[in-house]
């Protein structure tokens, strides 16, 4: 081929994946779109459906790409003499424009695809993608900025009726006061009794799960804070569910447990710019991940990861806390994160295989995490170095998980992990921890079960090794392998026995199918000392009732059966029993 043709094959292949990179956009800005209505209407069932929806979309993208690009190429040994210049075709024009990382990040999951890349590799791939301060403000989102000229309650009304919902505030006045009388006592408490000057909202809502939520600022004379106010739909319509000033408050909804914004706002890399000014401790990769840019933030986290790698002085090593029957788990000390890779045998009494496993977590990857679940982001074929890893973690993986990890040269790689932030597990905090830390604790690892069972989740296996805690001091499960639906778990009593000698049996002296589950024997697994349990029985006694579990399946399966019935009367408003922001 001589090189005037050869140009325009690769000049059609690289615009070929761009306009697939917009499709993909364009489809994503659809979906995302839909989250207004299903809103207004209380169709929740239809807003997890988009959910599922819009996380696949990406990896279908590509493989319609990959599928064109080798048609148009031919195959792969011809495609990789010819990608270095596609790829030189393809920067040189996305360089510069709004949200252009994006684009090199499609373009890197299509090369990985095409040649089954380990690592990486710097003549197929865009090595140099991160978020980039300055393109950030140079492609700013315009905010929407609400000036205080002696009438703050006019420019609060104002904010929330610009949103425009098909729905009325059900108390607009009252939720008007109530957001100026937080504003104005954060303001005291601050040590400023000046008065305010402006508001600056980003000028599209976000939603996640039942809740839609208003970003901004408030400004004063000198000083400014983050303001988050949280809307709820219930029978009586909109309203005002919470106002959030705290960063710790704010850095939670933007957090690791958290389901991924429904948000309308492009460019995305200058939401992430305003949104890190409200936390500006927060990783970007976890900022580009809450708003649905799933992709962009294991880019980001594995640039980040690696950067860090090549100038540390530590190695990986076993996770703390207790070994896993279904997990290797290790992590570097110096980083907080921990790599989970899928053991070949399971030992007693795990029964399950690694595509339940595998299951499990995407499944969760696409459910309600309901704060209380951590986000793990699945990565393939990824190298590191092999000096960088204790002996003791090289020779388990090696024992224990070959069929997902080999040596290659200097390089340790593994064929299939998951990463996610590393918390302290729940049962080393209480050894650990002041006692009001520990009591709090077991607290909250109460108020998980509660809430993950409002969402549906039951975990399966409650273990406290199995939860952790995160710097805000909240409980968060992390053990997915027996994990299940509320719905579909059985719940009993035990019945009573007989004989006595009955009750000093080993395994149960009944049948027990593989769905039952007895809640009265919950408290075994709190490996807590007695004042702790007295701790939990203070407000979670309950949790140990099977009456608790079988209201809460029932109102599920009460919400699915009003799902069924409204789906042949579009429109109406749906209720389903969910937890409030927490």
Not at 535 to 545: E, G, K, N, P
């Amino acid at each position: 081929m001589t090189d005037a043709p050869r140009r325009e094959l690769l000049f059609e292949a690289a615009k070929g994946i761009r306009e697939a990179f917009v499709k993909y956009n364009d489809n994503f800005g659809r979906i995302t779109r839909r989250a207004k209505q299903r809103f207004e209407t209380r169709d929740w069932r239809g807003a997890e459906r988009d959910f599922g929806e819009r996380l696949e979309l990406y990896t279908k993208s590509v493989e319609r790409s990959v599928g064109a690009l080798q048609r148009l190429l031919g195959h792969t040994d011809a495609t990789r003499a010819q990608w270095p210049a596609l790829k030189q075709t393809f920067g040189a024009r996305v360089d510069g424009i709004a949200d252009g990382a994006f684009s090199k990040t499609f373009f890197n999951s299509i090369s990985r695809r095409i040649f089954q890349t380990v690592g990486t590799d710097p003549e197929t791939e865009f090595l140099d993608i991160r978020f980039n301060i300055r393109d950030a403000q140079r492609h700013a989102v315009e905010c929407r900025s609400y000036l205080n000229w002696g009438a703050p309650r006019e420019i609060i009304e104002q904010l929330l009726t610009d949103c425009e919902f098909g729905v009325p505030y059900a108390h607009l006045d009252e939720d008007v006061s109530r957001i100026q009388q937080d504003i104005e006592r954060h303001a005291a408490a601050d040590g400023s009794a000046q008065e305010m000057l402006r508001l600056d909202f980003l000028p599209a809502v976000f939603y996640q799960s039942t809740r839609a939520y208003l970003i901004g600022k408030v400004f004063w004379l000198g000083s400014e804070a983050p303001l988050v106010i949280a809307l709820r739909h219930d029978d009586n319509g909109i309203a005002v569910d919470q106002i959030m000033m705290s960063v710790d408050d704010i850095s939670i909804l933007f957090g690791f447990t958290r389901s991924y914004f429904f948000v309308d706002l492009e460019p995305v890399e200058g939401a992430v710019h305003f949104i890190n000014s409200l936390l500006p401790h927060k990783p970007i990769d976890e900022l580009y991940t809450v708003l649905g840019r799933v992709r962009q933030g294991k880019t980001e986290r594995y640039r980040q990861f690696s950067n860090h790698l090549a100038t540390c002085h530590d190695r990986f090593v076993h996770a703390p806390g207790d070994r896993g029957l279904v997990m290797i788990c290790f992590t570097l000390p110096s980083y907080d994160l921990v790599f989970k890779v899928i053991r070949d045998r399971f030992g007693f009494p795990k029964n399950t295989s690694r595509d339940e496993v595998m299951s499990k977590y995407q499944f969760v990857f696409k459910h309600d995490r309901a704060g209380r679940l951590i986000d793990t982001q699945e990565f393939t074929d990824i190298g590191f170095p092999l000096e960088k890893f204790d002996p003791a973690v090289i020779e388990e993986l090696m024992n224990e998980a070959g069929e997902s990890t080999r040596i290659d040269g200097d390089q340790l790689v593994i064929r299939h992990l998951y990463v996610e932030r590393r918390l302290r597990p729940l049962n080393l905090f209480v050894r650990e921890a002041e006692r009001a830390a520990a009591e709090a604790a077991v607290l909250d690892y109460g108020q998980a079960l509660r809430d993950l069972a409002h969402a549906n989740i039951f975990p399966g296996d409650l273990l406290i090794k199995n939860f952790g805690v995160t710097r805000h001091g909240r409980c968060i499960f992390y053990d997915y392998d027996e994990l299940c639906l509320v719905t579909d778990c059985n719940f009993r009593e035990v019945p009573e026995s007989p004989f006595d000698e009955d009750e000093m049996r080993p395994r149960p002296w009944f049948h027990v199918n593989a769905n039952d589950v007895f809640p009265e024997e919950f408290m075994r697994f709190l490996a807590l000392d007695e004042g702790l349990k007295q701790t939990f029985m203070t407000r979670h006694a309950d949790l140990l009732s099977v009456e608790f579990w079988r209201g809460v399946q029932q109102q599920h399966i009460a919400a699915e059966g009003s799902d069924r019935r409204a789906a042949t009367h579009p429109g109406q408003p749906r209720p389903r029993a969910r937890p409030a922001f927490s």
